[in-house]
């Protein structure tokens, strides 16, 4: 790997965070922290977060500002080992969130999710916790790198309600976990996925769902475009079918070797320690064997000065003992975290967790053509500033890819066209009044 490194060669990547069309303020954060130089790519990666916040007021927002502008930098400050500075970041801002919640009646019970995508050269890294979602794509499989923290996910884990068909009396905006609300939270390790040159990763908020795209559409739209547009027309897409929530994307694709995972690299190699909560508390046991064992050393001295019988303090001492050694052997058998690798083979955590294949089709290509043709009465009736020639450009050439069953190139060029009306729609959003009933997206 060059000395100097222009990482904007060795991957491309895109990030967009909207509003959505119901919401008046935007609780979404998102970070991006490349690696500016090869020794620390090596040791540390390239990381993406997403975070989605909850709370009333302004708290949501805070909560996962908190998380995107400290997660990434803690990771890089921390000496542990990927995966423990993953957990140990995250754990790190759960309790700043949670005191920041506690101290502050108007931020009580705020919280945010947080999915962060370290890509390293063992693989691709993943911290989680919540139901903001991290996928890969690979050619034409679409895997769901993340398992939801959301009271539906669990339930089709424990086998309570079918996953392909939810009952309707299931709220599907419960989660189950998040940063925030608790002093401590479990946060979900998995990978390392390995990395191959074409790969593209997505990280998004439920908003992205909450717009109704399934998970074929969105792998559909990340093959047929590169990622500074896909992100566009994935955000503008969950509007158009009604964007109810806040909505951030960021893609990522692997543009050059250099990031691809080698064999000497495969995830046997990735150093991992002891969980740190466990460390801590095998720490803690041993504090208490060695009081234990003061207790029986004292009092086995006590019963020595009295009549009883001379094995009842000799038990005592026994004891003793027997909590000093526990208490030793719990503090020497917590390991050092850089001498403990994941062994060969294995992963963290269960992902992926869904995976599908897909590919721009006939449906998508004509849902796509559907709403440019709506979008272009809208802007008709609304006098809207389009350069029409680039738009009926990009209709006209999707029109006759679909004609032709090449729907990659239809996808791509209706994608394009939604693109340019839906910039104008933004523009008119941002200068009408909030009775403004012209702007309102296709009469939604």
């Excluded at 064999?263 to 803690?284: F, R, S, T, V, Y």
């Excluded at 709403?371 to 029409?388: M, N, P, Q």
């Excluded at 006209?396 to 679909?402: F, M, Q, S």
Aim: hydrophobic letters at 40%.
């Amino acid at each position: 790997m060059p000395h100097t490194v222009n990482w904007k060669s060795f991957l491309d990547y895109a990030e967009v965070t909207d509003v959505g069309m119901r919401r008046s303020n935007n609780q979404d954060s998102k970070a991006v922290m490349l690696a500016p130089d090869p020794d620390l790519w090596r040791k540390r990666g390239h990381v993406f977060l997403v975070a989605d916040g909850m709370g009333a007021h302004a708290a949501g927002e805070l909560a996962s500002k908190i998380a995107a502008d400290t997660i990434p930098h803690t990771y890089h400050k921390l000496t542990l080992p990927p995966p423990n500075a993953i957990r140990k970041s995250i754990r790190e801002v759960n309790a700043t969130i949670h005191r920041r919640g506690q101290s502050n009646l108007d931020f009580q019970g705020m919280g945010t999710t947080a999915s962060t995508l370290v890509l390293l050269p063992q693989g691709a890294l993943v911290g989680h916790v919540g139901d903001s979602r991290v996928y890969r794509l690979r050619g034409r499989q679409f895997e769901q790198l993340t398992f939801d923290h959301s009271l539906v996910w669990e339930m089709s884990a424990a086998g309570h309600i079918p996953k392909d068909a939810v009952p309707s009396i299931v709220p599907k905006n419960v989660i189950t976990r998040s940063l925030g609300p608790h002093p401590d939270v479990q946060v979900d390790l998995e990978g390392p996925f390995p990395i191959e040159v074409g790969d593209i990763f997505l990280l998004c908020s439920d908003g992205l769902m909450a717009g109704k795209l399934s998970d074929r559409e969105i792998g559909a739209i990340l093959q047929a475009l590169p990622p500074a547009e896909s992100a566009r027309v994935l955000v503008d897409l969950a509007n158009l079918r009604g964007g109810p929530d806040n909505i951030t994307v960021i893609v990522v694709r692997i543009t050059h070797p250099a990031l691809a995972t080698l064999p000497e690299n495969q995830p046997g190699l990735l150093p991992i320690g002891e969980d740190l909560q466990e460390k801590k508390a095998k720490k803690m046991m041993s504090i208490v064997m060695w009081a234990a064992a003061v207790c029986f050393l004292i009092l086995g001295l006590v019963l020595t000065t009295t009549s009883l019988p001379w094995y009842i303090p000799t038990i005592a001492f026994v004891a003793a003992a027997m909590f000093l050694g526990f208490g030793f052997l719990q503090l020497s058998t917590v390991p050092e975290p850089e001498y403990s690798y994941l062994p060969a083979g294995r992963m963290l955590g269960k992902g992926p967790h869904t995976r599908c294949e897909c590919q721009p089709d006939g449906a998508l290509s004509d849902d796509l053509a559907r709403l440019a043709h709506e979008l272009r009465d809208a802007a008709t009736k609304g006098s809207w500033a389009i350069d029409w020639a680039k738009f009926n450009g990009y209709v006209k050439a999707g029109v006759e890819a679909a004609d032709q069953d090449d729907f990659t190139t239809a996808v791509r060029e209706y994608g394009r066209a939604l693109r340019t009306m839906m910039a104008e729609l933004r523009n008119q959003r941002q200068r009408a009044k909030p009775d403004d009933s012209e702007v309102d997206l296709l009469g939604k």
